[in-house]
Each structure stands twice: as structure tokens, then as C-alpha cells.
Nanobody, 119 residues
Framework: QVQLVESGGGLVQPGGSLRLSCAASGRFSVINAMGWYRQAPGKQRELVASISSGGVTNYADSVKGRFTISRDNAKNTMYLQMSSLKPEETAVYYC?????????????WGQGTQVTVSS
């Protein structure tokens, strides 16, 4: 099984920056793709950015040029650098990973970290 713990969320002013981290732990043989999702109250959870095991990235159109996803495979950690944040991006941000554990490939979710963009 895989446990994911997000950190780095908080209150930031519009135009500000935050760096989120997601640390994976548990018993697994390999972590495949990883991604960041966000969910605001009353809205569907949406993909913000993803990164493959080889470092290929994908971003939602709304965050291109402002957010950067990265991963440190040696540390089993993923990051999301967010810049020029907008109030409408206030949401709980979740880490997701596809990992092989006990011979099976499965998706796992972190508990989420709150990001609030407000003056």
C-alpha cells in the first residue's frame, strides 16, 4: 500500500506563490504517474498537472505557464510550484499516484492540503 502526505498549502495573496509537496511512503515497488488535483466546494475535482515516471508533464490549460510540476524519484516526492495565483484557484489540492504494490497497480490519494488565495 501507498500513503501520500501533502504539505505546503496555506493562505496567499493574489499573485503570490506557493510550493506544494507530496511524499509517498509504504510498501511498493514502483511509482508510475503522479498528479495534482484540486477541488473547490461544490465543484468537481479536476486535474491540475501530472507527471510520468520519465518526467513527461501535462498541465490544465488554466495553469500553463504559471505552475510547474516536478518529482524526485529518489525521495519518492512530487512538487507543484504555483505562481501568479488567482482567487478562483482556492481549493483543496490533492496528490494522486499510480503505484505498484503487492503485485498490483493501483491509484492512491493523499488527504489534501488547503490553498486559499485571498487579499
Amino acid at each position: 500500500q501507498v500513503q501520500l502526505v501533502e504539505s505546503g498549502g496555506g493562505l496567499v495573496q493574489p499573485g503570490g506563490s506557493l510550493r506544494l509537496s507530496c511524499a509517498a511512503s509504504g510498501r511498493f515497488s514502483v511509482i508510475n504517474a503522479m498528479g495534482w488535483y484540486r477541488q473547490a466546494p461544490g465543484k468537481q475535482r479536476e486535474l491540475v498537472a501530472s507527471i510520468s515516471s520519465g518526467g513527461v508533464t501535462n498541465y490544465a490549460d488554466s495553469v500553463k505557464g504559471r505552475f510547474t510540476i516536478s518529482r524526485d524519484n529518489a525521495k519518492n516526492t512530487m512538487y507543484l510550484q504555483m505562481s501568479s495565483l488567482k482567487p478562483e484557484e482556492t481549493a483543496v489540492y490533492y496528490c494522486n499516484t499510480n503505484a505498484r504494490s503487492s503485485g498490483l497497480n493501483s491509484n492512491y490519494w493523499g488527504q489534501g492540503t488547503q490553498v486559499t488565495v485571498s487579499s
